[in-house]
């Protein structure tokens, strides 16, 4: 029964693994190892003698309250950005899922705006939600300010969590979707005829069943919405972080303090504290949530 | 079918053996030159690139547009690091202490000395030359597209409300507006948060320093003080002004930045370079009356020149020496008055030296229809000597520093919040990145 397939030689795997290795030293491990260079020096633009100050540049960022900000707005754009396109792409997977006619065709279009690149979008929503001549400017009109992204923050971060969950529920879609049609069809079929109706049929079979892969788009959500190339490019698209720092999420900071500011050491200090996050969030993630996630 | 795809293949790869065998043939020194410029000024540039490439044989200059002024820093300075620097690069005004202080380059007044062109430097307007100059007045790189901030207004308004005088103080500015209000009019005047016109070209003309240590020229050690001038006032002012509607927020965010605002007539009045004169004049109705002036000052205030906006280019060390001929031919040809009337012309950018200037006065350029006030910027720009407070802006990440200042008039325009309290702030923040600067590049002296 147990009949394995060992290889003898171990430098015949090694050597099938290369490029791939070569790859992820590369693009991963090098730049990761500059940035902690950078993080404990003073690395001036150009390069040439960079002053090692030890933990200053952490000290800094710390210090900065701004910083702060940016962790609340980068917390808040991950959880409720999250939240959304799972619950968004759920309900869409759920109709879709019940093969009503057309179901073909709102299955391709529900995925079409994840084709969409992240700044494209925020482009497009940009003028479709401006305040003064987009969609809400009729409603602008009559209720001054009831919508306006430039004035307040809290609207700014809602118009950035719209855009990052109109594309993404897209992805979570087409993953939810798959899930529920490996739910035997069986189960809900039994419950169909005991008379339970869709909704109890979801949420007390589908759903459950689910778990799993809910529980796989939960990390990749949370992660893509730290530190995804389509967080910054919405928010660089839309807000440019404002209104008053009110959307300015820890990417956007990190890549406009380097590359606007010139500043490569704070911004690699900035870099190690999200990295930091990002694997506490996941080691939570799955420490605590992915053990209840398993149904026999 | 088939066989005239393989031909034209076949056609196409011979033309291309043959286009690659001749410049080899003729031994031509290539060399690089990256710019910032985008869209139709982009253009203008590959133009002058040919231009010079058809205009001698031993050199091929190869133009690349980076796609924007903050790309192109960056992407020199990866380059740089990667040893891969283009033997030019055009870096805007923000960017000058950068590069003067990398010990990345190769100063102007050296190359062409060693590659034997006689440059008459005092050619050079001061007020351009002084913002790129050392502080004694030694060009390290050289101006190319200047400009500098002026003030549009809609005369077809104007006529329409009653106003019969140009608006050449902030007093009659605000009374234009109230009369444009009157008339009917939404939006008298539109602008946003660049501090570049309001802060930068403001404290200029109004000689109030940003700075001390001559807003950064006499040493790293700065410190930021425009808290504490006639700005703060200024600032007031517009936001009593905005208070009162007659000033209006125009932003991108908000739908319409101030250049459309103003030529699709929303706005009747806006600040904005020099270098938009063509793009108004193109985009704006045929038979609408507008006009261009000197900014607004504050009554009995002395006018001084304005400040340089615009990039200057920088030759990068580290280049083979026979790159260098090439790229001093190359400077040297886009200077001649020929050229620099030109470059003048296609774009909306004002020559850089007094011979073009007077080249293209005496040309009758500037009393001609689509050009017409475009020599005003000339005058603003040399309308007195420097003072510590004119001569430019000499300050490390200042970048990030206009940011910091836009930020705080957001707050201020968009949430109420209190002007001196947000001035307080971002100079308090523009400090922190003058002190961060100062330590990053400890030991080197501004020269």
Not at chain 2, 36 to 56: I, M, T, Y
Not at chain 2, 321 to 331: H, Q, S, T
Request: hydrophobic residues 45%; charged residues 20%; aromatic residues 14%.
């Amino acid at each position: 029964m147990d009949k394995r397939a060992v290889f003898k030689s171990w430098w015949l795997p090694i050597l099938f693994a290369l490029p791939q290795i070569a790859l992820i030293l590369l693009f991963f491990y090098w730049p990761a190892v500059a940035v902690m260079r950078w993080a404990f020096t003073l690395e001036p633009p150009f390069g040439g003698a960079a002053e090692f100050v030890g933990w200053a540049n952490f000290q800094d960022v710390f210090a900065d309250p701004f910083y702060w900000n940016s962790v609340g707005v980068s917390l808040i754009f991950a959880f409720c950005g999250t939240a959304s396109t799972i619950v968004v792409g759920l309900v869409l997977a759920l109709a879709v899922d019940r093969q009503l006619p057309g179901s073909g065709l709102f299955r391709f279009l529900y995925i079409l705006p994840y084709a969409i690149a992240g700044p494209a979008a925020g482009m497009a929503f940009r003028f479709i939600l401006s305040p003064e001549r987009g969609l809400m400017a009729s409603v602008n009109a009559v209720f001054p300010d009831f919508w306006n992204p430039a004035k307040y923050g809290s609207h700014a971060l809602v118009l950035v969590i719209v855009i990052f969950a109109w594309k993404w529920a897209g992805y979570t879609f087409i993953f939810l979707l798959a899930g529920l049609q490996s739910v035997p069809r069986a189960l809900t079929e039994a419950a169909a005829m005991d008379g339970a109706g869709p909704i109890r049929r979801a949420v007390d079979i589908q759903i459950p069943m689910l778990a799993p892969t809910l529980f796989f788009l939960l990390v990749i959500m949370m992660t893509e919405g730290f530190v995804g190339a389509d967080t910054f490019g919405i928010v660089h698209h839309t807000t440019g972080g404002g209104p008053n720092h009110g959307t300015e999420v820890m990417v956007f900071r990190i890549v406009d303090e380097a590359f606007k500011g010139l500043n490569y050491s704070g911004a690699s200090a900035q870099s190690i504290v999200l990295i930091g996050l990002i694997m506490v969030f996941t080691f939570i993630q799955f420490r605590f949530i992915e053990k209840r996630v398993h149904y026999k | 079918m088939k066989l005239s795809v393989i031909q034209s293949v076949l056609a196409g790869l011979l033309a291309a053996t043959t286009l690659g065998a001749s410049p080899a043939f003729a031994e031509k020194t290539k060399f690089e030159f990256w710019y910032g410029l985008s869209g139709d000024l982009s253009e203008r540039v590959q133009d002058a690139c040919k231009k010079f490439n058809e205009s001698q044989a031993d050199y091929e200059i190869v133009c690349t547009s980076q796609n924007g002024y903050d790309t192109t820093l960056q992407n020199t300075i990866a380059a740089y690091r990667a040893k891969k620097q283009p033997a030019i690069t055009q870096i805007y005004d923000a960017g000058t202490l950068d590069l003067m202080l990398s010990g990345a380059f190769v100063p102007a007044r050296k190359l062409m000395a060693d590659n034997g062109y006689t440059i008459d430097w005092n050619n050079y307007f001061s007020g351009i030359a002084n913002y790129y100059a050392t502080s004694t007045g030694e060009l390290n790189s050289f101006p190319f597209n200047s400009s500098t901030a002026m003030f549009y207004y809609n005369a077809d308004a104007f006529q329409k409300a009653g106003i019969d005088f140009k608006p050449d103080t902030w007093e009659q500015v605000e009374e234009a507006a109230r009369k444009l209000k009157a008339a009917g009019y939404e939006c008298p005047l539109g602008f946003n948060f660049d501090p570049w016109p309001m802060l930068e070209q403001f404290s200029a003309i109004h000689n109030q320093p940003i700075a001390t240590k001559a807003n950064g020229y006499e040493g790293l050690d700065a410190e930021l003080v425009f808290n504490k001038t006639k700005f703060v006032d200024h600032v007031k002012f517009f936001k009593k002004m905005a208070d009162e509607k007659l000033f209006v927020v125009k932003t991108k965010q908000l739908g319409m930045d101030i250049l459309p605002s103003f030529t699709s007539q929303t706005c009747q009045m806006i600040q904005t370079s020099i270098a938009d004169h063509g793009t108004i004049g193109k985009t704006l109705p045929e038979g609408v009356k507008w006009d261009v002036a000197m900014l607004p000052v504050w009554k009995s205030t002395e006018r001084q020149n304005s400040l340089v906006g615009g990039a200057s280019l920088w030759v990068m060390a580290g280049r083979p020496e026979a790159e260098y001929k090439g790229a001093a031919a190359f400077l040297n040809y886009i200077a001649t008055p020929e050229m620099a009337e030109w470059w003048s012309t296609v774009t909306g950018y004002i020559p850089v030296t007094k011979t073009g200037f007077d080249a293209m006065k005496a040309g009758g350029f500037y009393d001609k229809a689509p050009y017409k006030g475009r020599e005003r910027a000339i005058e603003s720009l040399a309308y007195t000597p420097t003072s510590q407070n004119t001569r430019g802006i000499r300050l490390g990440g200042f970048t990030q520093i206009r940011k910091e200042v836009s930020t705080s008039l957001e707050a201020i325009f968009m949430q109420n919040a209190d002007v001196q309290a947000e001035l307080d702030q971002a100079v308090e923040r523009g400090n922190t990145v003058l002190r961060r600067f100062e330590k990053t590049y400890a030991g080197q002296k501004l020269n």
